[in-house]
């Protein structure tokens, strides 16, 4: 078995499957922001407060039964690499990895629903489904929130809707969102274009991993800004369609790269990329990212046809640093991981330059 | 996209700020973001979120409550340095407060989405009332009579559910 089987097998469903618009669409979030009446938030209340939350999410696997198969988890009883690597799959936020005591997390075996508890909110339900699958997720968190509605009393107001922590999660309580690969805009200098035009209609684009972190593999995420005063089908409409002129921008960007004037030097970078990555002894994670992404649009372009199209959904997971050093089941210096994460991608592209060398 | 500052390398760090209630964009490449102190992650958004509670000129010394909320015990102040609310019952302690704040974040102060099934069972059908109302009218003013015939049964129907729920 390879280095990278292990992990590929602990992997979300989201990562290793195609979704509509799976070309350009990595994926779909939508996540919802929920408080109990009876307990102060998370932020203002006392241990033995948490604690009750704590224990009483402890039966929502039970009460979630129809939803599917849910297991809860104390986030002090799991080991660091461990919580780590629910970051990087997207499943915690990274605060909620770091501060531990009275959280917890529940997950579904296929890993494309997780709540968190006592995060800044009581609960935050997540869903996250490959492609571009809005509606479907929506309809998802809501079916888990009417579940979980009737065990936990909600901080709901006939005015400001259901109340949260800070202000800018209150009324819907929901942030739903897009991750988008834009290789071919970026390459045609048309993003900033584009994603300027994007706030202007009220969304908010990140990079990778949220607020103020960096966009690597031209990889992006497009949410709705506010939270209170329209319906949740209307924003999400609002996001579906804003998402889908940005879907037509990329392919005819794409399309413009593959006219053959312009043909050769996208192959060319293309298999320059697929070069580094199947030989390269040293990765970054950002050149990795970088590399992958190329080599991603080659696939859609149809210049490479031998690999899986998941494969950098799959690879931008399993390269980062808690992933990484779960394969080796211990801590490593970043040069080491430097190493290991060369290998990982030379075997998952070109297997028989790994034997040979 | 190319980096604002250097204009060389590609841009990879894009930060959206509210500075006095402007909104600001930029586009930086990794080195010159890192240079550029306000780029430390995270921060931002943090003092994003605390000028929208700074702001409002009506919670003035004079103005601003001593008292801290009944439940919670969080006053003003604490909810600024925290910038989050401490329990559901702030909203009601703070109440002109949080409506200054919510109309300069989302833009109004009225929620118009899900409602709770359980708890709030006859909020929810008083909407769903309301909604097959407005469509009674819109039916009935294009002519579409059979849809109107409709729409007023199951108005019929959900008023009778209302009857049937108490508070
Ligand atoms: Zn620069
Ligand atoms: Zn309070």
């Known amino acids: ?357 | 996209m190319l980096c604002e500052q250097c204009g060389k390398k590609q841009a990879s760090v894009h930060v959206t700020k509210i500075q006095n209630g402007q909104k600001i964009e930029r586009h930086l490449c990794k080195e010159c973001a890192q240079q550029s102190s306000e780029f430390s992650t995270g921060i931002d958004f943090q003092n994003m979120l605390s000028s929208f509670f700074e702001y409002p000129q009506t919670w003035g010394q004079k103005a601003r409550p001593k008292q801290g909320c009944p439940v919670c015990g969080s006053t003003l102040t604490d909810i600024q340095n925290r910038s989050q609310l401490g329990c559901s019952q702030c909203y009601t302690t703070f109440d002109s407060e949080v409506n200054t704040l919510l109309r300069r974040i989302h833009g109004t102060t009225e929620h118009v989405g899900k409602i709770p099934e359980s708890s709030h069972g006859r909020i929810r059908l008083e909407r769903q009332v309301q909604d097959l109302r407005e469509q009674l009218q819109q039916a009935i003013a294009e002519e579409q009579y059979e849809k109107a015939a409709e729409l007023r049964d199951q108005i019929r129907s959900l008023e009778g559910q209302l009857d049937g729920k108490e508070g």
Request: aromatic letters at 6%; a neutral charge; hydrophobic letters at 40%.
């Open chain 1, 1 to 357: 078995m390879g280095i990278g089987d292990a992990i590929r097998r602990a992997l979300s469903s989201w990562t290793k499957k195609e979704g509509p618009h799976g070309d350009i669409v990595l994926g779909t979030r939508v996540r919802l922001a929920r408080n109990s009446k009876d307990v102060p938030f998370p932020g203002a209340s006392s241990k033995e407060q948490l604690q009750s939350v704590l224990d009483q999410a402890r039966s929502f696997p039970d009460v979630l039964k129809d939803e599917g198969s849910f297991v809860f988890y104390d986030m002090a009883e799991m080991d660091a690499l461990d919580r780590d690597m629910l970051v990087e799959k997207h499943l915690i936020s990274p605060n909620h990895a770091r501060h531990t005591f009275h959280r917890g997390v529940i997950l579904r075996s296929d890993e494309d629903i997780s709540i968190m508890v006592n995060e800044e909110d009581h609960l935050r339900i997540q869903v996250l489904f490959p492609g571009l699958q809005l509606q479907q997720a929506w309809k998802h968190a809501s079916r888990v929130d009417d579940c979980l509605e009737s065990k936990f009393g909600y901080a709901f107001d006939k005015e400001r809707g259901y109340l949260t922590a800070c202000p800018t999660n209150v009324g819907t309580g929901m942030r739903a969102s897009v991750m988008l690969h834009l290789p071919a805009l970026a390459r045609v200098n048309r993003l900033r274009e584009v994603l300027g035009t994007v706030s202007q209609f009220g969304l908010v684009v990140r990079g990778l991993y949220g607020e103020g972190s960096e966009s690597y593999g031209n990889i992006y995420q497009l949410s709705n800004q506010v939270t209170l005063g329209h319906r949740e089908e209307e924003m999400i409409e609002h996001l579906e369609r804003v998402t889908k002129q940005i879907i037509q921008s990329e392919r005819q960007a794409r399309e413009y790269l593959s006219q053959p004037e312009r043909r050769l030097a996208v192959e060319d970078t293309v298999y320059r990329a697929f070069g580094v990555l199947s030989f390269a002894r040293i990765l970054s994670t950002e050149e990795a990212m970088q590399l992958l992404s190329d080599v991603r649009l080659g696939m859609d372009l149809g210049f490479i046809h031998h690999l899986d199209k998941e494969i950098l959904k799959e690879l931008m997971v399993m390269i980062r640093a808690a992933h990484l050093q779960k394969i080796m089941g211990q801590n490593l210096p970043p040069e080491e991981r430097d190493k290991l994460r060369a290998s990982l991608v030379r075997e998952k592209l070109n297997p028989q330059a790994l034997k040979k060398s």
